[in-house]
């Protein structure tokens, strides 16, 4: 069974740092990746994905996410965060013979002091 | 926002009691989801459906079932609560593999 790791379980930075996630999956095959994040008390919404193509994606809000096929990641970045990032974010993983399942990791949470 | 409806979006009750929550969509997608969300686990899939009456199995699907009988209306049902269900409930919809999920607002459900 595939499954995907978030190494940070949280994650403190003060506004303006650079922010990068991890996210590393174990699925061999071919996969659609994806971002969510979840604000305080709100649903999960989708922050980018990955299909195919060019491995660097952006995504809403200035953040972006690269695959590395040969690493099994697909790490989240963004330059300069913001007080209003604060919220966690989850890697998600759709393995090609998983059908339409989503393999979730347990998520980063982000604080960030203004 | 997808048109995404859950309900109740709390709920406190009793261990042994059944609990049904609803989840109500617009879009006409064929994909619907149950997951619950707990602290350290991220969101783990409990049942999908892929049609009307098309239904299956997720990770943690003991001790709930689901039923779809109308494209719009994906129901969960906890047949006997226990206090290892108490979690954050969330209805996911999609066109299909192709396509990112979308998730309601989450129901929060606490048994005692």
């Known amino acids: 069974a595939q499954s995907v790791s978030q190494h940070n379980h949280h994650v403190i930075l003060s506004e303006a740092a650079s922010l990068e996630l991890g996210c590393n999956y174990s699925y061999g095959g071919t996969v659609n990746l994806f971002w969510y994040v979840q604000y305080p008390g709100q649903h999960l919404q989708l922050l980018l994905k990955?299909?195919?193509?060019?491995?660097l994606v952006k995504g809403i809000k200035g953040f972006e996410a690269e695959f590395i096929k040969s690493k099994f990641s697909f790490n989240l970045r963004k330059p300069s965060v913001q007080w209003s990032d604060t919220a966690e974010y989850f890697c998600?993983?759709?393995?090609?013979?998983?059908?339409?399942?989503?393999?979730f990791g347990g998520g980063t949470r982000l604080m960030v002091k203004p | 926002d997808a048109g995404i409806t859950q309900s109740p979006r709390h709920k406190v009750t009793e261990t042994g009691t059944p609990v049904t929550l609803r989840c109500h969509q617009t879009e006409n997608h064929r994909y619907m989801y149950w997951y619950r969300q707990d602290p350290g686990h991220g969101l783990r899939l409990i049942h999908y459906?892929?049609?009307?009456?098309?239904?299956d199995k997720g990770e943690v699907s003991d001790g709930y079932s689901v039923s779809r009988s109308k494209t719009e209306d994906f129901l969960l049902t906890l047949e006997s609560a226990t206090s290892s269900q108490t979690s954050v409930y969330f209805c996911?919809?999609?066109?299909?593999?192709?396509?990112?999920?979308?998730f309601g607002d989450g129901t929060r459900l606490s048994i005692l």
């Open positions: 990955y299909f195919s193509g060019d491995p």
């Open positions: 459906s892929y049609g009307v009456k098309d239904t």
């Open positions: 998600a993983v759709n393995a090609n013979n998983a059908g339409n399942m989503l393999t």
């Open positions: 996911a919809i999609t066109r299909g593999a192709d396509q990112p999920q979308h």
